[in-house]
């Protein structure tokens, strides 16, 4: 019996090896903010990673955020090094798309970009976000220290909640640590895309309900 790895993550056995180094090169610039994709960033800025879905439209949530000063689109969460996108869209490498923020923390806070994630899409889908299916759509939270970790948790158990009193069921997402999951960049191709293409797709979208940070 085939595997089907749109529903099931796949094991170490048959995840793919991937390479010691990338296949392509990043953009050094953001297409709306101007700033450096892949650092070096300002002393004193944070790092927040998400998952939600489709990158293209997340990461465009994030790049509007105020005090978020660059994003980028990569794969994080799996096991394979340096994937290229058909890899990961395959299911075959664990990845899950992935935004990038590095914000200024004295302008925006963990927990506001936590309230743009959990109300940004639906976090209890499993592996799929609205049209888009497979386990590269899964919702995850990649934490970069224990207070992250922990506005994680706080604001997940805060939130499932609300959608249980309005009848939605247990959060799927992930809370993850960076150490063991680190987060590769995705093509050229994929930076700032809903920039490039004003009308291109954006299968995103979220429950409606408000996530209360504070």
Same mark, same amino acid.
């Given at each position: 019996?085939?595997?089907?790895? +749109?529903?099931?993550?796949? #094991?170490?056995?048959?995840?793919?090896?991937?390479?010691?180094?990338?296949?392509?090169?990043?953009?050094?610039?953001? #297409?709306?903010?101007?700033? /450096?994709?892949?650092?070096?960033?300002?002393?004193?800025?944070?790092?927040?990673?998400?998952?939600?879905?489709?990158?293209?439209?997340?990461?465009? /949530?994030?790049?509007?955020?105020?005090? =978020?000063? +660059?994003?980028?689109?990569? &794969?994080?969460?799996?096991? +394979?090094?340096?994937?290229?996108?058909?890899? =990961?869209?395959?299911? /075959?490498?664990?990845?899950?798309?992935? =935004?990038?923020?590095?914000?200024?923390?004295?302008? =925006?806070?963990?927990?506001?970009?936590?309230?743009?994630?959990?109300?940004? $899409?639906?976090?209890?889908?499993? &592996?799929?976000?609205?049209?888009?299916?497979?386990?590269?759509? /899964?919702?995850?939270?990649? *934490? $970069?220290?224990?207070?992250?970790?922990?506005?994680?948790?706080?604001?997940?158990?805060? *939130?499932?909640?609300?959608?249980?009193?309005?009848?939605?069921?247990?959060? #799927?997402?992930?809370?993850?640590?960076?150490?063991?999951?680190?987060?590769?960049?995705?093509?050229?191709?994929?930076?700032? *895309?809903?920039?490039?293409?004003?009308?291109?797709?954006?299968?995103?979208?979220? #429950?409606?309900? +408000?996530?209360?940070?504070?």
């Amino acid at each position: 019996m085939l595997t089907d790895f +749109t529903q099931q993550l796949p #094991t170490p056995d048959e995840v793919l090896p991937g390479r010691s180094e990338p296949m392509f090169t990043v953009p050094e610039q953001h #297409t709306v903010l101007g700033t /450096r994709l892949l650092g070096p960033y300002p002393e004193g800025f944070e790092i927040a990673e998400f998952a939600l879905g489709c990158f293209w439209g997340a990461e465009r /949530r994030f790049w509007r955020t105020e005090g =978020v000063w +660059t994003t980028l689109t990569g &794969f994080q969460g799996g096991a +394979t090094t340096h994937p290229i996108s058909e890899e =990961v869209a395959s299911g /075959r490498t664990g990845h899950a798309e992935t =935004v990038r923020a590095v914000f200024d923390p004295s302008k =925006v806070t963990y927990r506001a970009l936590l309230k743009v994630f959990w109300e940004g $899409h639906n976090p209890t889908q499993g &592996f799929r976000q609205g049209n888009d299916i497979g386990t590269h759509c /899964r919702s995850i939270v990649f *934490y $970069h220290s224990p207070a992250q970790r922990a506005a994680a948790e706080e604001t997940r158990d805060g *939130y499932q909640k609300v959608l249980g009193a309005n009848g939605y069921g247990p959060i #799927t997402t992930e809370i993850l640590p960076v150490e063991e999951f680190p987060f590769y960049p995705a093509e050229a191709r994929h930076q700032q *895309y809903l920039d490039k293409h004003p009308r291109g797709y954006c299968g995103l979208g979220g #429950t409606g309900l +408000t996530c209360q940070v504070d």
